[in-house]
């Protein structure tokens, strides 16, 4: 099969728009092509500085993870790789329909190159910041410190702080008390 391409009118640029235009409403756009040129948009400049779906001030850990891929030009596949879950998953974080859990945090963290989670402003916050980012569970965080698994959820309730040498094992941790 051939395909016939037509000669573009003497003072046209060949550039294929829309079809001629009939009515005396929509006039042609260049009088001598009489073509009719219709949602022309500027790749370059004032008009062009904004993509679709591109979150200018992310505010969820899914708004992160969407804005750094899409400055990386990656697709969802290579962050869920990177990452270590599937696309579908990366696909509902960037939604919003839901947040990564603490044993996906530690590759969300490497993607994004900082800790989307909110600095604590007290010893339990921050304890729960540490281990979330290194995706721990409060049992393997509990068994790395040394202490009981309940000792360590009173710490991240609040309701007690680390004291003597359960405080030199938490400082040890990278975690400022």
């Given at each position: 099969?051939?395909?016939?391409?037509?000669?573009?009118?003497?003072?046209?640029?060949?550039?294929?728009?829309?079809?001629?235009?009939?009515s005396?409403?929509?006039?042609d756009?260049?009088?001598?092509?009489?073509?009719?040129?219709?949602?022309?948009?500027?790749?370059v400049?004032?008009?062009?500085?904004?993509?679709?779906?591109y979150?200018?001030?992310?505010?969820?850990?899914?708004?992160?993870?969407?804005?750094?891929r899409?400055?990386?030009?990656?697709?969802?596949?290579?962050?869920?790789?990177?990452?270590?879950?599937?696309?579908?998953?990366?696909?509902?974080?960037?939604?919003?329909?839901?947040?990564?859990?603490?044993n996906?945090?530690?590759?969300?963290?490497?993607?994004?190159?900082?800790?989307?989670?909110?600095?604590?402003?007290?010893v339990a916050?921050?304890?729960?910041n540490h281990?979330?980012?290194?995706?721990?569970?409060?049992?393997?965080?509990?068994?790395?410190?040394?202490?009981?698994?309940?000792?360590?959820?009173?710490?991240?309730?609040?309701?007690?702080?680390?004291?003597?040498k359960?405080?030199?094992?938490?400082?040890?941790?990278?975690?400022?008390?």
């Amino acid at each position: 099969m051939t395909v016939r391409h037509r000669r573009p009118r003497p003072g046209c640029n060949g550039i294929r728009v829309s079809g001629r235009c009939t009515s005396r409403i929509c006039r042609d756009s260049v009088p001598f092509c009489q073509i009719t040129i219709h949602r022309v948009r500027c790749l370059v400049g004032p008009y062009f500085t904004e993509k679709t779906g591109y979150p200018a001030n992310p505010k969820t850990i899914g708004e992160m993870i969407r804005k750094r891929r899409l400055d990386l030009g990656l697709g969802q596949m290579e962050v869920a790789e990177i990452v270590g879950c599937s696309q579908a998953t990366v696909t509902n974080w960037e939604k919003g329909h839901g947040a990564p859990r603490i044993n996906h945090m530690a590759g969300v963290i490497k993607f994004l190159g900082f800790n989307p989670l909110p600095d604590g402003g007290t010893v339990a916050q921050r304890l729960v910041n540490h281990r979330k980012a290194h995706g721990l569970t409060q049992k393997a965080f509990a068994a790395q410190i040394g202490v009981d698994q309940g000792t360590l959820a009173k710490w991240e309730r609040g309701e007690r702080e680390p004291k003597g040498k359960y405080a030199e094992a938490v400082k040890a941790q990278s975690v400022s008390l």
